[in-house]
Every structure is written in C-alpha cells, then in structure tokens.
C-alpha cells in the first residue's frame, strides 16, 4: 500500500470545515489536501461533509460536487470518468487508484484524499508528472523496424504473438504503480519505475519490433532497471489488474538469457 508523503519540510494543517446542506441525513466527509505551492507556506487539509443522497458513487463524482457546488478553488485532473485516461489517479484511503473507479461505499469512515505521494505537487491533487513523461519518451515507445511494411497492408502478428501483449499495452499512464513504489521513491532520477518498464517491455515483446537488442541495451543499467526490487506495491495498486512486476521480471531474464 502506497503511503502519503508531504512535500519536504512542511506540515500539514487544519484548513476549513463545510456544513453538510442542512436536512442531510446520509452524510460522509472527504478530507482532501489543499496546497498551492505558490501562496500558502504550507498545506491544509479541508473537510467537506457531502449529501450522499444527491452525488454519485464515485469519490470523482464527490469531488465534481465539490467544486461545482462548494468550493470551486478545489483543484484536480480529470476527463473520462471510466477508467480509460488515468488523469484522475490520486491517493484515497491510503492507496493509489482513480478516483472514477474508486466507489464511495468501499471507504470506511471518513474519505482521506491526497495527491499521489513523492512528486512534486502542483496545486492541491495534481502532481507534476513531467519527470514521469520524460522517463517514457526515453524508452522510446513506438514500433522500431528497418524492414518496410507489406504493400498497402499491416504488419501481421500470429494469435500468439499478439496474445503476448495483452497485459501490457492496457496500461493507461496513470502511474499509480510508479508513485507506490519505493523504489522509485528513493531513485526516482535514475530509476524508470514500473509504468515506464512496462511500457519498454511492451514493445520489447513485440514481434514486429527489430530492436529488442537495442533496447535491451539501453536499459541495462544497476539503475534504470535493477532497482526494482520485487516489492509488489506496482502490482497491488495497478487500477487496470496489471502486473508491471512481471514485465520487469521479463526484462530481467531476456538479460540473462543474452548473456547466457
């Protein structure tokens, strides 16, 4: 379980408390991290209490009510609201997940909402995700072949050889894994993390790529690659049931097996 981290040498204090609408009978409160780096000295945590009966499921759909009818300087990401952009990964109760996938129902007590932890926070629940971005281009996650394609056709895959990227190429970029990862908590400037090794791995797997040695190559370093130390975390909080855990594991005997 990924823990939350405040940003170095600060604390946390107690912001402002919303009434929940008066006559409310089913009622929750979202304490939510509140921090805008560039006037407040510190973060604060704010509690809204929320009408359950007039919001939907999801803790997205709380946080939407939230700033369309309470508060609107609460700051997040969001876009889909089925899973399918990752822009709405934040810590809730603890665990890295997204937020439209996150029910409500399955939190007990109050809903204790934080940015991913151990990036760097660029107001309230969004994080700066540049160093995350940059670590993905440098895999360079795109199809690499010197032989031209068939003529006025793609290139073809067996069953087979296209089942092998299943698990894989599902990923959405959320990162829930990478920021849960200690790992990458503590080597994040050298270390690619599970998201980006996932996403290396996809096109290392892929038979219509002619660079597996290349990119073997590049990432054969006690950094970029050995840090992974098989923790689990990446597994565990995956929101989409991935297993970055394995496709590094594959990295890892690919390794082997070429210097065999």
Known sequence: MATFTLPKNSKIGDGKTYAAPSGAT??????????????????????????????????????????????????????????????CAMNIDGTNTLACLKPIEDVTGDVKINPLPHLPVVKDLVPDLSQLYAQYRSVEPWLKSDTPPPPDEERRQSKEERAKLDGMWECILCFCCSTACPSYWWNGDRFLGPAVLLAAYRWIADSRD?????????????????????????????????????????IKQMMVERQG
């Open 26 to 87: 089913n009622v929750r409160s979202f304490s939510i991290y509140r921090w805008d780096p560039d006037s407040e000295a510190t973060p604060r945590r704010d509690t809204y209490k929320i009408d359950l009966d007039n919001c939907g499921p999801m803790v997205l759909d709380a946080l939407i009510k939230i700033k369309n009818e309470i508060d609107g300087s609460l700051t997040f990401r969001r876009s889909c609201r089925e899973g399918i952009c990752g822009s």
């Open 210 to 250: 002619e660079r597996t040695g290349e990119r073997l190559d590049a990432l054969e370093d006690p950094f970029r690659l050995y840090r992974c130390h098989t923790i689990m975390n990446c597994t565990n909080t995956c929101p989409k049931g991935l297993n970055p855990a394995k496709a590094i594991g594959s």
